[in-house]
């Protein structure tokens, strides 16, 4: 079965930085485009950057352009964020995507709190 499995959340202060991973497994991951989203308590989930299943093109949230980079290693069936200059206002749950038609999943999420 399809499984997500992110790590690399934690607290760091304003102007730090986090990788995030999300290790896959149950699909053929070299065919399917990525996608990280955010949650920050009381509010909608937010489409934070999207890679193709080569990872030749990337997109981002306006809010993370220039700080955010997405990446991925298809040999190892990993998708990476790299989070630098953090702020306060990207304190969520970080969560994977894979849409897998007629299906999107997802991972279990990782929290991650930028604070002082």
């Known amino acids: 079965q399809v499984q997500l499995v992110e790590s690399g959340g934690g607290l760091v202060q304003p102007g730090g930085s986090l990788r995030l991973s999300c290790v896959t497994s149950?699909?053929?991951?070299?065919?399917?485009?990525m996608r990280w989203y955010r949650q920050a308590p009381g509010k909608e989930r937010e489409l934070v950057a999207t890679?193709?299943?080569?990872?030749?093109?990337?997109t981002y949230a306006d809010s993370v352009k220039g700080r955010f980079t997405i990446s991925r290693d298809n040999g190892k069936n990993t998708v990476y964020l790299q989070m630098n200059s953090l702020k306060p206002e990207d304190t969520a749950v970080y969560y994977c995507?894979?849409?897998?038609?007629?299906?999107?999943?997802w991972g279990q999420g990782t929290q991650v709190t930028v604070s002082s």
């Open positions: 890679i193709t299943n080569g990872g030749g093109s990337t």
């Open positions: 995507n894979a849409r897998i038609w007629p299906t999107g999943y």
């Open positions: 149950g699909f053929t991951f070299g065919n399917v485009a």
